[in-house]
């Protein structure tokens, strides 16, 4: 199946503040690719520090920066990084400045995307979320978390600072 949209058209769904637009997810049952544009709030806390089971991802900042926790690595990022984060290796990423970031990720395979569903599912736009619950989802689907996420990026404090 073919498809086409434009820069506004996809899936919307929320993940708390966040919003996440589906471009498309390729291959049979979604066992390809999903490709997703990811608009991160500012302020907001990122995932906890965790690590997938069999899921690899690959960000492509478009706007504004991010503080990211990949394996050993510990970093700010801005437009035009890349990040790949085969599956295994422990991150986490908090949006690190005053305005939305902005990327386009691709999870492998497709199929994962309903995790990031189901995220949006239990993390609502204006309260805590119930982290026993994100835990026990995230485990459905291979993913163990591994420690907090990075702290409010408002504060200044650099997610290696976990």
Not at 42 to 52: A, D, E, M, T, W
Not at 99 to 116: D, N, Q
Request: charged share 15%; hydrophobic share 45%; aromatic share 8%.
């Amino acid at each position: 199946m073919t498809t086409i949209l434009a820069a506004d058209e996809g899936r919307v769904f929320a993940i708390g503040g966040d919003r996440v637009t589906v471009k498309g997810v390729s291959g049979a049952l979604g066992v390809g690719f999903a490709l997703i544009d990811y608009r991160a709030a500012p302020g907001v806390p990122g995932p906890p520090l965790h690590v997938h089971d069999d899921i690899d991802e690959a960000w492509y900042l478009l706007e504004g920066q991010l503080d990211v926790s990949l394996g050993d690595e510990r970093r700010s990022v801005g437009v035009g990084s890349f990040l790949l984060v085969p599956y295994g290796i422990p991150h986490t990423f908090a949006n690190a400045g005053p305005a939305w970031a902005r990327w386009i990720g691709v999870l492998s395979p497709g199929s994962s995307l309903s995790m990031l569903e189901d995220l949006g599912q239990l993390i609502p736009p204006d309260g805590p979320p119930d982290e026993a619950a994100i835990i026990q989802m995230l485990g459905r689907y291979g993913t163990t978390v591994l420690g907090p996420p990075c702290p409010d990026p408002l504060i200044l404090r650099p997610c290696w600072a976990l």
